[in-house]
Every structure is written in C-alpha cells, then in structure tokens.
C-alpha cells in the first residue's frame, strides 16, 4: 500500500528525490524509474480513482507531499506514456495529474523535466488507446497555454505533419490536440510572434472536412469554430470555402459532425449573417429538421439558432413563412423527456426531506443602490440591472437544455413577432391545454407563461377563459403542472392586479398560498416565487390581505428546507418593500418578527444563510420603521461587528497572506446594508444606537474598500446615516467628502451612484458650509450628466445632486449652468413629482435667480421640465411663474410669441394654462 507514516512516506520523498539528484539532467531519454517508488506512486494513482472522500483527501496530501520534487514527474510521465502493462485509467490519471502540475507549477519545472515532458506527450499522440490520446491532448495543449507556443516552435508543425499520418489514431490524436490548442491559444494563433499560424492551419483544417473518419471531420470542424466569433483574416478569406464544407457534411450520421456543424451556423449567423443570406431559406430548413433530431445535444445546438436568428434585422422577414412550421416543433421541444422525469421524481412529497448542499445554488447579495424617488428601480440601459427577475433565464447557465432552449426561443421570437404569433400557436395551445397527456398539458402551460411579454396585447382577449383555467391547474394532480403555472401566472401578473380584485386577484391569492404550503418542494419554490412577484406588481393593493399572507408564509417558514427558506426569506422582503409602513400593524408585527428573530439568534456570524435573513431584515425594518425598535439595539450591534470583525480579519490577511486567507467581504456587505435600513426606517430612533458604536470610524474604513461592492453599501449607509442622525456625521464630513470626490468615477456605476446621491443629502445637511468642498465634487458631476451612454439612474441622481448643490450654494454653482442645464432639464422632466425632485428644482431656480443668462441659449429646455411637473408646491410654482414671465419681460412679446411657436402643443397649452405664458 501506499505510505501512510512520515517515516515511510519522507523514504518514498527521498528515493523519487535521490533519482533525480544522480541522474544526468541533459539526457532525458535516458530517465529510469525506481522500481519502489514506481510501485507506491502506482498505488497511489489507484486509490485517487476511490471516490470515497477521505480517500481523496488523504491522496491530495500525499500529492503534496510528492509535488515538492521535480523528478515526480518524471514518475508520472512514464506510468501515462511508457507503463502500457498498466491499466488505462491508472495511466490517465498519471497523465490528468501531470496536466494540473504544468498548470500550477510548469514555471518551477527544470528545463531538463519540460523537455521531458513534450517530447513523451508527443509520443502519447498515436497511442493506441483513445482515453490516452485524449489526455495526451489535453497536456499538451496545457503546457501550450503557459506560454510555451512560442517556446515549441516545432510542436504547431509536428502536429500539422501527424494529421498527414495514415495511421488513423496518429492522425485523432494529433487532431484532438489541436482541437483544444485551438480552443485554449486562439489569439495566439492569429499573432506575428507565431508568424501568424492560421495563415496554415485553417486552409489545412478545411481539407479534412470531408475525411473518412467521423472524429476527423468533427475535429475538423471544431478546430475553426475557434475562431468564428473573433473573425481572424485567415478565417475571413476562407468564408465562403468554410460554408461550403458545412453544407457538404451537414447531413453527416455523426452526431459530433452534426452537432459542430450546428454550431458554427448560429455563431455565423450572430458575426457573419451577410455570408449566410443567400444560403438563409436552405439553412432554416436544415435547422427546422436538425432541431427535432434524435439526440438532444445536437437539437439543442439547432436550437440555439432560433434565438440567435431573433436578434438579427432579416428575423420578421426571413422567418416569417415559416412561423406555422417553426411554432409546432418548438412547443414539442419544450416537453419534459423521459430522463428529465426520472431525474426529477417530481410527484413525490418530498416536504420533509432536508437538502443536499448540492442541490442549493450559489447565492449573490446584490449591494444596495440608491434609486431616484420618482422611478420604481433601475432604468433601461443600466449596466448593473437585474436580469433576473426573468424566470425563464434564471437557470440559463446550470441545466440549459432543449426544453429551456425552446421556451427561450418562443420568449424572443415573441418579441419579433408579437401578436401575429398567435395565429398560429393559440390554436394548438387550445387543444393541448385540455390534452390527456399531461407533458403536453405542462409544456403548453409554459408557452402561454414564454410569449406572456411579447404578445400581451392580443393575448388580452383570451385571458378571461386562460386567467381561471390556469388558476385551476394551480390544483393539478401533478406537481409540474402546478409548479409551471405558478410561473405562468406570474407572467401575467400585471395584467391580474389590474383588474377588479373579486374577478382573478382574490382566487389567485387564495390558491398561489396553498401552492407555497404544497407537499412538493419544487411546488413551494415556484409559488413563492411567483407570490413575490405578485407582491411586486401588486404593492399596496395586498393590504387588505396582509393578515392572511403572513399566516402563510410564517406557517412556511417552520416547514421549508433549506433552499426553499432562501426563496421564503426574498418573498418576506419584497412584501415588506411592496407594502411598506402598512406592515407596522401590531398583530402583523407579531406575527413577522419572532420567527425572523428566532433564526437570527441561532444563525452563527459566519453561516451563509445569514446573508438572505440579513436581507429579508432590511426589507422588513424599512417598512416597519418604528415597528421595528423593539428589535433593533441586537441586530444594529451585531451588524456593527459582523463589519469590525470582517475589516480586522482583512486587516490580518494583508499582514499576513500565506497564513490567513482573505475573509468573504459578503458579510460586510449585506451588513452594512441591513444598517442603511435600520437608518432608514427607524430615522431618528437610531440616533442613540448610533452615538453607542464606532459605526462611523468603521464606515470611513468601508468608504475605502478596494472592492467596489463595499464602497457602494458604504455610500449608502452613509447617506441613511445623513439623513436620520447628521449631528453624529458632521465631525467626519471633511474625510467623508475627500473620499466620494474620488468615487464619481462612472466605471464602476453603482459605486458613482450612491456617491452622488450621499453627497446631494450631505448638501442638503451642510447648507452654505458646502461651498468648502465643491471643488472636490462638481467638475466631475458636471462631466457625468454630459457623459454619453451614462445609465438612466446615475443621470438621475447626478441631476438631483447638482440642483441640491445649487440650492445651498448658488452662487457658486451659478456660473456652470450652460455646461449641464440641457441634460439636467432633460433627466428630471422624466420623473414623478417628489421631495428630491422639489430640492433639485429649487436649486436650479435659485441658480437661475443668480445667473439668469446661463441659461438663455437652453430655455426651452428648461420651460418643458417645468411643465412635466403635475402639481408643484405652491412657492415652487410661484418660482416658475417668475422666471418665465421674467423671460418674457426681457425678450417682449412679440420675441417670446416667436419663441413659443417652436414648442410642441402640448407644452405651449401646458405653460398657458398653468402659467398664463
């Protein structure tokens, strides 16, 4: 057996170091193991294939132990490439072990133990044996990543000559090579300190398109996939010769060939579709037949042509007579298969059975951002906006399969061809809704729930038979049934809250509620989900039913595993957010807090799970405000040191970085945040708590993470801590302001973000005294409201900050007003009437009173942001009054009746009417 003492394994250590030390380093070929010590790592090798994990752990440390001396392996490229007496998966692993040393340690490997290694993994290429060809590959191209392409300038070459070979495994081993070479080194393949090899290779690659051998051809094919997206000159000039060869094996019985060759025809169709044009009605036919093909991994690749083709300009009209073909095969790709069935074993009550680890997902907390009162959340365009409230994506990367592919390409198709999709899918929706097979009846639910965005308006008319049909089947005797329709419903969720509660809103609620307390796990998943999108779309119109709602979800907070209480604990605070200070009701209090309380006090300051619950915390304080007070002195002290605790640990890891690893800032973050909402809805309730912590020192340390996350909740927390208890952060407004001068850089969105929006209720706070630190905040602001492409909120916020600059300081913001006053009228003319709206107007008009001419040569601009003011407080609608029959006055009658010929007739009826101009 392999060495389990330190005696023992220091003698295996010392015999593989002994060989190296007396062997003569230049003569590799020459290498001889020692039998013992072949016999131990042989063993070894063995038991690394045991999956049982102590095993594997006890291996991984014998491994290290091992990996301390170069001739190691020497040990290990000779079980892969010499030892053929050896089993082939003891010899693989050799190989895949050896594979991990190049990529960790090949810059330490002596010259003598590199030249080694390619030469025998050159050997390894023609090996008999495909798994060891494919190792063989596979450790070549590694030790090609590390930068070793320019260093072997013989191995591009070699390889060329081996696919030349007419033994048929020289040639798959050279080639599966390649292939991965292509994949991990394609820029440097196309650049001149290679003498730019593609120039070669991807004319030679075309003249195997068409070789006897299946692997061959799909490596073949494979090798110049690289390079579609990149579009180097070699591939370019061979365009059209590449099409050719795709068409000539497209109905290849391979299914790698086919399946490569579906995937070069959607990545040229998303870079090259020019190319494909002529060729378009042959290649949506050859799609349409390839999308139904027997195996799924090749009807998934044809699948993902569809969604391609959806944003391309030829879609509508290249498509459109195909709709009656496409839709069909489509709805048949979105059934469950049989193996998904078997996976899934969806019918079971599974309610009481705990999760695997495995089965929870990888979790994000997203930072706080500050949005501007008058919008509901992050506008179009903004790069940092949550993609994810689209179910039908959220899975996209884990688990993407042929059903997934399908529902995504009718979502997107739906949005090319919005109601004139109907015609065609509505009548097979009718008869397969009402279907005896109940896969047919699932995948039809999930149609209606994909093409719910892009054909909502002729979807209307048929919503007051589909609305309670579906609110039936949330009663479906099979659990996909009842979980698909929750989601569904979801996505007509707008549209249900906006009709009247007794017809859909009241049966909805009552039957999505016993959905989130169903017996099928995946049953709960989906119907709180779907609840908390509900609440979302519903808001305040839940109030009535608060009661009720919050029964349920208490009642499912003592049934739901693990991976179901994070979903739980999103559907809490969204309702919280939703509904606000209508939470704080006592009976509604009663019923939220001791449960949310009793998880928080087992849950250990290190436990992830903390995360989600210091989230839903968030949520629940801001709305409760003042019911929340008698909870929040624990949890504002043990948010204070989750933050100290997590900046020492970091502070220790800087010091010291091979002993201490860096914590996971994640605990800081949504720390600090569960802090702002505290400050946010307690207000001045906190002042005391406050004045008790160091929260202040801490935050400084925050506001200067080099992770931007930290900065952004820093930002903040501390614009809640300005607005709720300013007297605690005045002593520290010189230090505070040096650092948000210095993160309003737009790079980094949500950072710039709430740093704007921190400095405009720090102005509103210092008053005149602001006019100290101007120079560090408003050249930048001024360039950020010009910056094109500059995200919707940011502009917002930005906007805000300046006006409420001016309103403190108008004197010296006055003399910039031509610099930022077109893009500042035109940011706020776009939301509602609001307290931060009122501040910025005011300090433009105060702006304005000071430096009337700075804004002259703009003042149609500022005329139409007045008037998308719906009803101003009566001094600021005076103030508008002023300035424009000022304007008037100053330019007569007859000029400004010649300047109001150019407004549009809703604005000039609009000032006329309002403002008697």
Known sequence: ??????????????????????????????????????????????????????????????????????????????????????????????????????????????????????????????????????????????????????????????????????????????????????????????????????????????????????????????????????????????????????????????????????????????????????????????????????????????????????????????????????????????????????????????????????DIRPRFHKPKTHVAEGQDGMGEGDSDSDSDDDDLKKEALSDWNLRKCSAAALDVLSNVFHSALLPVLLPLLKQNLFSHNWLVKESSILALGAVSEGCMEGMVPHLEELIPYLIESLADNKALIRSITCWTLSRYAHWLVGQSHDLYLKRLMSELLKRILDPNKRVQEAACSAFATLEEEACTELVPYLGDILQVLMTAFKKYQAKNLLILYDAIGTLADSVGNHLNKGDHIQLLMPPLIQKWNVLKDEDKDLFPLLECLSSVATALQSGFLPYCEPVFQRCVSLVAQTLHQTQIALANPEQFMTPDKEFMIVALDLLSGLAEGLQGHIEQLVAQSNILSLLFQCMQDPMPEVRQSSFALLGDLTKACFQHVKPCVGDFMSVLGRNLNPSFISVCNNATWAIGELSLQLGADMKSYLQLVLAQLIENINRPATPKTLLENTAITIGRLGLVCPSDVAPFLPQFIPMWCNTLRNIRDNEEKDSAFRGVCAMISVNPSGVLEHFMFFCDAVASWSSPKDDLQQTFHKILHGFKNEVGEQSWRAFAEQFPPALKEKLATTYHV
């Open 1 to 358: 057996t392999c060495p389990r003492n330190n005696g023992r394994r220091a003698a295996v250590s010392d015999r593989v170091r002994g060989r190296a030390s007396a062997r003569a380093f230049g003569m590799a070929l020459t290498w001889q193991p020692d039998e013992g010590s072949l016999a131990q790592i042989i063993t070894l090798l063995k038991e690394s294939q045991n999956p049982d994990t102590e095993t594997q752990r006890a291996v991984e440390q014998k491994l290290q132990a091992l990996n301390q001396y170069p001739d190691f392996n020497n040990y290990l490229v000779f079980v892969f490439t010499k030892l053929k007496s050896e089993d082939e998966p003891t010899r693989a692993m050799a190989g895949l072990i050896l594979k991990n040393n190049v990529k960790v340690y090949w810059a330490s490997f002596p010259e003598e133990i590199k030249t080694f290694v390619k030469q025998e993994a050159m050997h390894a290429i023609g090996d008999p044996s495909p798994l060891i060809r494919a190792t063989a590959g596979t450790l070549i191209s590694t030790i090609a990543m590390r930068g070793e392409l320019v260093n072997w300038p013989e191995l591009l070459s070699t390889l060329c000559q081996l696919i030349d070979s007419p033994e048929l495994s020289e040639c798959e081993g050279a080639f599966s090579a390649l292939h991965k070479i292509c994949e991990d080194c394609s820029d440097q393949l196309d650049s001149d300190a290679l003498n730019r090899p593609l120039n070669i290779l991807i004319p030679k690659f075309l003249q195997f398109f068409r070789h006897q051998s299946p692997t061959i051809r799909s490596h073949a094919i494979g090798c110049v996939n690289q390079f579609i997206i990149n579009q180097p000159p070699a591939l370019v000039v061979n365009i059209l010769p590449f099409i050719e060869g795709l068409f000539a094996v497209s109905g290849d019985d391979d299914i790698e060939v086919r399946k490569n060759v579906c995937r070069a025809l959607v990545m040229l169709l998303e870079v090259r579709s020019s190319d494909l044009l002529p060729h378009m009605h042959s290649i949506i036919e050859y799609m349409l037949v390839r999308t139904q093909d027997a195996n799924e991994v090749v009807a998934l690749e044809a699948c993902e042509f569809w969604l391609t083709l959806a944003e391309q300009s030829i879609c509508l009209e290249a498509l459109a007579p195909y709709l009656d073909r496409l839709i069909p095969v489509l709805l048949s790709g979105m059934k469950y298969s049989e193996i998904d069935i078997l996976i899934l074993k969806a019918d079971i009550e599974d309610e009481n059975v705990p999760d695997k680890e495995s």
